[in-house]
């Protein structure tokens, strides 16, 4: 064991690693990136978090160079949570701290599995309606600034944060609140840190007005909430990445559960009825609209699940399924009529019974085995989530086409049309460097692609370091600057995730690239 690893086992509460066996298995997330870190801690409260944080500061002002990368479930497609200094693993934060049923709030630790959340949530008749994997943590839900989904307004996971726990890079505890900018920030209740950054950041709130900000990107930090009379850090931490500080706790905001929702099917054999029929739950308001290329239902034969119940589409169309959410089952029968009425001629609508429940419920389980393959060569897990505006999804569908034949290859797609966010997951074989050429060149033309479109590769999640290296060469040189300043205001000592969104570097990057992916997908492998 190093000198450092031995000295933090003396200094925090929780475990310090440095054994080569033990950061091999650190050393990657869910991105085709790979880091080995040279100490894993794993603390177990709030003040370890903040020891940790501190004795990193007092190496930097001896020119000792340890950066910190906090990680949850690593679930990181773009590679924010793996790096080469110091990796804090939240995995033993992951406690359910309160659930305040009358107020419809709950406190958790970072490191609580959103599964584990929302199961306690549900026995209590409430529910955190957010676009995430079940075995992420919260953390690093709010980390990427993830999507969320209510009946009638989608919304993100800032909007469901009452309250946030942030560990600065000294150390330094502060709590998210509504603060006004104009006033100053010379409350008592602040800390000196905590109003240094707040002073800092006031002409910043000032100055982007003339910057444009779009709130469909989730690379950049989130000041489009922020105005000259209303202020939150917690807007600020949703997509930061671990890259301004480490959430320790979070008060979240939630929802009554809803009743068993009824289901509706469409089966669309082509792109311009699936346009359509997008259209038509969009406007009838239909929640958690979900669409599978039929593609996928033909190449998950293999892995043993049955979905022939929706097989009966063309190879070329999409399976669109939405829900009815509204309170009043009236109101629910007379949408779904609505929908079957003005659904395109020869389109059969499929409706949720109590004979086929069960498979509306399991449908994306059973296609999970396709959706997160992990053989050697598999549907690498590189272009999720990218949001395309409504109007450009034509364009966009008629482009992957094209692309598919070009590299001869199917790229079924799947996705969210509340938000209209579209993954695809190409086959390419890490092993092979002929494939790690191509697939180089396919994120630039892709990339290239999206920007023409005015779509954002980072639809639901932060850029990292995999999507910044290639998306920041179209980012407006404002939004960098601007970018820069705030990391600079919370992280002087450039300690924290350094390396990602606006400090991405490709020569740097790509020496990272994986030869492998079938293993080291989590700490649990």
Known sequence: MNRIAAYLNRYIDGVAYSAPSILEKYATDRSILKYHPRIVAIPVNTQDLCRLLRFNFQLTKK????????????????????????????????????????????????????????????SHGLDLPIQADPSETIGGIIA??????????????????????????????????????????????LKATEKEIYRKLAPLIKAKKGIEQNTDHRGLYNLTKASEKSF?????ACGSEGTLGIISEVILRCEAIYDEPNYVAV??????????????MHGLKFSDVVFYDTEIFNAKESTGKDTSFFRSASDDGFLVVAQAKDDSKRLRRKKIHKLAKKLPTGLKLIESDDKNIAEFVTLNEKLSAYLNDTSNTQHLPLFDDVYVPSEKMKEYLEGVNKFAKALNMP????????HQLFTMRPAFNLNESNDRRKLIKMFRIYIDFLDQLGASPCGNASSGRLM??????????????????????????EILNPGLKHEADAKVILKHFRTSYNKGISSKD
């Open 468 to 493: 910044a290296m290639f998306s920041n060469v179209k980012r407006d040189a404002k939004q960098l600057a601007l970018e820069a300043e705030i990391k600079k205001i919370f992280d002087p000592a």
């Open 232 to 236: 939150n850090l917690a807007d600020l």
């Open 144 to 189: 990427r600034g993830a999507r969320g989904s209510l009946n009638a307004k989608p919304l993100d996971i800032s909007d469901m944060i009452e309250q946030l726990e942030f560990v600065l890079y000294d150390g330094t505890i502060i709590e998210s609140q509504k603060l006004n900018p104009a006033k100053g920030f010379n409350s008592r209740k």
């Open 411 to 418: 790229l079924a797609l799947y996705g969210n049309l509340d």
């Open 63 to 122: 020119n000792i160079s340890l950066p910190v990368t906090v990680r949850g479930a690593a679930n990181s497609k773009t590679g924010s949570a793996i790096g080469n200094g110091l990796l804090v693993s939240t995995e033993k934060l992951n406690r359910i701290l309160e659930i305040d049923v009358r107020q419809r709030l709950a406190r958790v630790q970072c490191g609580a599995s959103y599964h584990d959340v929302r199961e306690a949530l549900r």
């Open 267 to 280: 089966l669309c054999p082509n792109n311009s009825k699936f346009i359509e029929v997008a259209g038509l």
